[in-house]
């Protein structure tokens, strides 16, 4: 069974920084490509970012792009989101989730296992 474990998230005031952690086990990290996404109250779950296997492609959705890195560190089966510029209608729980495939995704349904979620808010 993967398990995935969020952390980092926050209360932080706009145009400040967070940086998000997810740990995963149970499976081998270097074979599951990864993704963060995140869900406003009230809201759709969204993508916001998503990386392969050995870390050197990456997407992001436009609203994110310029201002959140996603990184990986095979090493201590974790990946990364680096959240600077942040802006209140960043607001939301942040999921990280992992496919058992070489490459990301930006689509919820096409990931395999799931963290519990970390809150992020961000006050202006």
């Known amino acids: 069974q993967v398990q995935l474990v969020e952390s980092g998230g926050g209360l932080v005031q706009a145009g400040g920084s967070l940086r998000l952690s997810c740990a995963v086990s149970?499976?081998?990290?270097?074979?599951?490509?990864m993704g963060w996404f995140r869900q406003p109250s009230g809201k759709e779950r969204e993508f916001v970012a998503s990386?392969?296997?050995?870390?050197?492609?990456?997407y992001y959705a436009d609203s994110v792009k310029g201002r959140f890195t996603i990184s990986r560190d095979n090493a201590k089966n974790t990946v990364y989101l680096q959240m600077n510029g942040l802006r209140p209608e960043d607001t939301a729980v942040y999921y990280c989730?992992?496919?058992?495939?070489?490459?990301?995704?930006?689509?919820?349904?096409?990931?395999?296992?799931w963290g519990q979620g970390t809150q992020v808010t961000v006050f202006s």
């Open positions: 990386i392969n296997w050995s870390g050197d492609t990456t």
């Open positions: 149970g499976r081998t990290f270097s074979t599951v490509a």
């Open positions: 989730a992992a496919r058992r495939v070489y490459s990301g995704s930006s689509y919820p349904h096409e990931y395999d296992y």
